[in-house]
C-alpha cells in the first residue's frame, strides 16, 4: 500500500519552455502532497505543499510564479517549472502524506529535471 | 531555527558488522521520528517511524531508538551486508506542523564486502 508514482522520470527540455510532473497516490487519497528538489549529494528541500482543491503553500524563497501546482484531484498534484532555465535542472520529488495514528509519507521516485 | 545533525556525511563499515547512524536536533520537539533510505537517483523509501513515547522499535535487522531528553536518534542495522549501502535520511515530524517533516542531510552508508 501508499505507493506514490511519478511521471516522467526523466526529461530534458530547452531553456525557455515549460515542464509539467505529475505525482499520483495510486492506492490511496492524498489530501496533501509535498513536493521537494534535491541538488546532487544535499538533503531534500521542500518547495510546497499541496492542497486538494486549494492553493498551494510555498516555502520561502520559492517562486510561485516559476513552480506551478495544481491539486486537481485526490490522487493527481502537478508541478509545472515554467520558463526553465539551467539553473532549475534538478532531482524533483513529490510525496503524500498518510495519516496512520501519525502523518507518515511515502515518495515517488523523483524525476530528474535537465534544462539545457 | 529548528535543527536537525545526521552524523558525519558518510560511513564505512565492515560486511556483518553493525551500523549505527545518529540524528541529532535542536528548537525541536518533534511527535514523531522517521527513518529513510534513499539510493542515489531515486526517491526517499521509509523505514521505520517512532514515537516520542517510544524508546525502541525494531524491523527485521533495523533498530531505532528515540532519546526526546537528548534529542537524538539512533538508527542501527546489525549484521550488514552491502546491500545496505545508501544515504540514511532521519526526519522529525509533529502534527503541529500538518504533517510536514523536517529532513537531515543524510548519511551515507557504505558497507564493504
Known amino acids: 500500500g501508499a505507493v506514490v508514482s511519478q511521471h516522467p522520470s526523466w526529461v530534458i527540455c530547452k531553456s525557455g519552455t515549460s515542464v509539467k510532473i505529475e505525482c499520483r497516490s495510486l492506492?490511496?487519497?492524498?489530501?496533501?502532497m509535498f513536493w521537494y528538489r534535491q541538488f546532487p549529494k544535499q538533503s531534500l528541500m521542500l518547495m510546497a505543499t499541496?492542497?486538494?482543491?486549494?492553493?498551494?503553500?510555498?516555502e520561502q524563497g520559492v517562486e510561485k510564479d516559476k513552480f506551478l501546482i495544481n491539486h486537481a484531484s485526490l490522487t493527481l498534484s502537478t508541478l509545472t517549472v515554467t520558463s526553465a532555465h539551467p539553473e532549475d535542472s534538478s532531482f524533483y520529488i513529490c510525496s503524500a502524506r498518510v495519516r496512520t495514528g501519525f502523518w507518515e509519507q511515502y515518495f515517488g521516485p523523483g524525476t530528474r529535471l535537465t534544462v539545457t | 531555527s529548528q535543527k536537525i545533525e545526521q552524523n558525519s556525511e558518510a560511513l564505512n563499515i565492515q560486511e556483518g558488522k553493525t551500523a549505527t547512524l545518529t540524528c541529532n536536533y535542536t528548537?525541536?520537539?518533534?511527535?514523531?521520528l522517521q527513518w529513510y533510505r534513499q539510493d542515489p537517483g531515486r526517491g526517499p523509501v521509509f523505514l521505520l517511524l517512532?514515537?516520542?513515547?517510544?524508546k525502541e522499535k525494531r524491523k527485521e535487522r533495523l533498530k531505532v531508538t528515540f532519546d526526546t531528553t537528548l534529542k537524538q536518534s539512533l538508527f542501527h542495522i546489525t549484521a550488514s551486508q552491502p546491500a545496505d549501502s545508501a544515504t540514511y535520511l532521519c526526519?522529525?515530524?509533529?502534527?503541529?506542523?500538518?504533517?510536514?517533516?523536517?529532513f537531515g542531510d543524510g548519511t551515507t552508508l557504505t558497507v564493504k564486502p
Open positions: 528548537n525541536y520537539s518533534p511527535a514523531y
Open positions: 526526519a522529525l515530524g509533529g502534527d503541529t506542523n500538518a504533517g510536514k517533516s523536517t
Open positions: 492506492d490511496f487519497q492524498a489530501t496533501t
Open positions: 499541496s492542497n486538494e482543491g486549494s492553493k498551494a503553500t510555498y
Open positions: 517512532i514515537r516520542e513515547n517510544e
